[in-house]
């Protein structure tokens, strides 16, 4: 055992005092009496128990020394310490994923990784750091590297499995990379085991050490669900929902799908063998609106998969003026987005514009040249707008793509790489104008962004690239229809899955929305842009997004195999890192603290010496 603070012991000196303030007493008083016979023979029968009484009369001031004692013996702060061969910094990794939700007899695997992690951290040696990654959706550096125990406790303490799947491979690259290949590091993984892509690294080989965490055996979810609108038939939707069997014994599991005020649409009995997936394809008829509700009704070790939701919004109609040369790709495109209608124009006045604004939201000219545009929302195509913010002087012949904006919301998900160009028009942007693709000696895409004026300029003719052949075109024109055009309905929905972020598009400016989580709280968040995106959709369920007067939904589910397969064949088990034979081993002293249990005992103290003091008034 080691005193960490012996300086405390000073207080010993308080013993003295105790003793002087118990000698304090009144002297006693002389007092003639007429005779001493009954003096006597009480006398006599208390000189047989006269320790016992001088021990009960002195007991309070051995309290009152034992109190001092002790309490200087917390403040001494003493441990019992011992060796350990293994003296080294630890990353933890602590797996966050949804699966960690499983029930076991001992709590949930996430209860159950916890108690490791501090189990971990109390032994963690004297002058050693501890740094803790989360391995969620995206790793997570929760805590850097600290030696404060009582900081790292708390810290662990306070994590929390998420509804997401997780991603336990980058988590251990991010970990690996803060050892370096250190002697003096190591890695701690505490998680089930369900990995799936970790299987790869050479785990086993290297400085990791994995604590798996078991339990929960019995698994039936519902791994996917699609709502879509049924072509040409009014309040008619499709569905599409797969459960399967994730347990060793055959099960027999209730379908429910409901919709508003739990209006029952669909009941089905599904017999499921060990390993089997059972496709469910329904067509939903009547005025639908609002949240849809799949749930399969069993007790089984992993509830989270056992509902999925989903939306059903009615999009309002988008029309759209296209004006100019005629273009098979553009046409056949727009006219596959649905509740999109077409007109075409082959050219439009200056004097006949604000009537056609009235009529469409959103007018394409398509290798004409527009009048000068003042407001709306336009799309134009191998032309330039007569606006001295987007000049065009001359042609160059087979630019090439030199960079684009990826983080940009028109660009999310479009791949430029080696796009071929014929000839592209020289647009040079000036202030009040932003270049979204930059070519050789031209701005390929560049925008307009002001409050009465949305305006894209593509500065090439579609026809002349290669653009339309390639998987960019649509996702392209996909996300120009919605920042020209963002959604007019007052209610729209989103499907993400748990974790992941969702962008949201108003249709006028905002500055606040109020987002009201599955559970029914509310939160305000300022929107400094449009359009916005939520990066909070953590749980499962549906997320309601009010902005002004517009209401957007936001179905979050899990809907992922690898999560819902609780017991997969290739789980990863507990394994220790290979020492190599020429790597010396430093001995390291764990310290377990004693104080806390000295002060309970000091706590006793004080009670007894309370109740003597009222058992004598």
């Known amino acids: 055992m080691t005193w960490l603070n012996p300086i405390a012991f000073a207080f010993l000196a308080l013993i003295p005092v105790v ?9 006693r008083r ?14 006599r029968e208390a000189h047989g128990s006269l320790g016992l009484q001088r021990l009960v009369q002195n007991l309070p001031l051995l309290l009152q020394l034992l109190l001092v004692c002790v309490l200087t013996a917390v403040l001494a702060n003493p441990v019992l310490t011992k060796t350990v061969a293994e003296n080294k910094d630890i990353v933890l990794v602590l797996d966050v994923s949804a699966s960690m939700q499983t029930r076991t007899p001992q709590g949930t695997r996430f209860s159950q990784a916890q108690q490791r992690a501090l189990d971990l951290l109390q032994e963690l040696p004297r002058g050693r750091q501890m740094a803790l990654i989360t391995a969620g ?39 690996l990379s803060f050892t370096q290949g250190s002697g ?62 994730f347990s060793a014994q055959a099960v027999e599991v209730p379908l429910q799908v409901t919709a508003v005020l739990r209006k029952p649409l669909l009941e089905r009995y599904l017999q499921l063998q060990p390993g089997q997936e059972e496709v469910i394809v329904s067509t939903l008829t009547g005025p639908l609106k609002g949240i849809i509700q799949a749930e399969i009704v069993i007790d089984d070790d992993f509830p989270l998969d056992n509902r999925a939701y989903g939306v059903v919004a009615t999009p309002a109609q988008t029309w759209v003026l296209l004006v100019g040369e005629s273009n098979y790709f553009l046409e056949t495109l727009l006219t596959s987005f649905p509740g999109l209608l077409v007109n075409v124009a082959p050219q439009v006045a200056e004097e006949t514009l604000p009537r056609l604004l009235e009529a469409n939201q959103l007018i ?17 195509l191998n032309t ?32 430029l790489t080696d796009l071929h160009i014929e000839e592209a028009l020289v647009v040079q942007p000036q202030a009040g104008a932003q270049s979204l693709i930059d070519g050789t000696g031209t701005s390929l895409l560049s925008v307009i962004d002001e409050p009465r ?17 390639r998987v960019a075109f649509p996702i392209l024109l996909n996300n120009l229809l919605r920042w020209l055009n963002p959604q007019q309905d007052e209610m729209s929905a989103g499907y993400v899955q748990a974790g992941m972020s969702h962008t949201m598009f108003f249709d006028k400016p905002v500055t606040q929305a109020t987002v009201q989580d599955p559970q029914g709280k509310q939160r305000d968040y300022s929107v400094s842009g449009n359009p916005w995106i939520f990066t909070e959709a953590q749980r499962v369920g549906v997320y309601i997004v009010r902005a002004g007067e517009a209401k957007h939904y936001l179905v979050v589910n899990l809907l992922d195999e690898t999560e819902s397969d609780i017991n997969p064949a290739n789980k990863l088990p507990s394994f220790m890192p290979r020492s190599s034979n020429g ?9 377990t603290p004693l104080w806390l249990y000295l002060l309970l005992g000091a706590v006793v103290v004080l009670l007894g010496e309370w109740y003597i003091w009222c058992r004598d008034f």
């Open 19 to 27: 003793l002087v303030l118990h000698a304090l007493r009144y002297r």
């Open 384 to 415: 330039t707008p007569p606006d001295q913010r987007l000049p065009s002087h001359g042609t160059v012949t087979r630019p090439q793509v030199l960079d684009w904006q990826r983080q940009q919301p028109l660009l999310q998900f479009v791949e």
């Open 583 to 591: 790597t010396p081993q430093h001995a390291g002293i764990v310290e």
């Open 453 to 469: 004026l949305h305006l894209v300029t593509l500065a090439f003719d579609l026809m002349r690239s290669d653009l339309p052949l």
């Open 184 to 245: 003096t590091q190591e890695v701690v993984i505490i998680g089930d085991g369900a990995y799936g892509a970790l299987l790869d690294l050479d785990l086993q080989h290297s400085q990791v050490r994995h604590i798996q965490v078991t339990g929960g055996e019995k698994n039936i979810g519902i791994t996917r669900m699609a709502l879509r609108k049924v072509p040409d038939a009014p309040d008619a939707y499709d569905m599409l929902i797969v459960v399967k069997n």
């Open 30 to 43: 002389d007092v003639r009496v007429s005779t001493l016979f009954l003096w006597e023979s009480v006398l």
């Open 137 to 175: 959706r995206q790793p997570q550096v929760v805590s850097f590297y600290t030696s404060e125990k009582a900081v790292l406790r708390e810290v662990i303490t306070n994590q929390q499995p998420t509804d997401a799947p997780g991603n336990m491979r980058d988590a251990v690259l991010l970990a």
């Open 364 to 380: 394409i000219f398509n290798g004409v040249q527009p009048p000068p545009l003042r407001r709306g929302n336009f799309l134009l």
